[in-house]
């Protein structure tokens, strides 16, 4: 085992550091994620100062307790953890969210355009409405804005 890591607080901000061969270990607390109050609040990030490597593990692993990650962060500095496979988890949980975001703008997407097509509108003409309705004034708009309910009322 080598030398233990001292952490210190920080000045500004919630959480702890440690430094060791230019090597910075910071350990981050924040009871809510993604608005949900979490039952484990602390994270660990790696930062080499040497030659600019990080690693954050907020999106896939968490700590119960500040103890708990000081000692993982023990365990990265004596080299128990694996951080190639530690960065690939990470990888990994980022493509997943970026896929599901992908699929969410599809949707999106299908929806609009199946909306227009059943209207009869294709997507070149919104667009083109679209961008006429932002070249024109707020007094423009609040006009056809009156002829539209002028319209609906039947006057």
Known sequence: MTKPLYFRNRKYGSGEYALRDKIEYEISYSHWHQGERTEQPYHVRRSDKANGDFINTEPVR?????????????????????????????????????????????????????????????????????RLWQDTADVSRRLLYNETENVAKGA
């Open 62 to 130: 968490a700590f119960a307790t500040s103890d708990e990650a000081k000692q993982f962060c023990q365990d990265m500095c004596e080299g128990k953890v694996d951080l190639e496979s530690l960065r690939m988890e990470i990888q990994k949980y980022h493509d997943d969210k970026k896929q599901k975001e992908d699929e969410l703008a599809r949707a999106g997407a299908d929806k609009v355009n199946n909306l227009l097509s059943a209207k009869g509108i294709t997507l070149a003409d919104f667009l083109e409405v679209t």
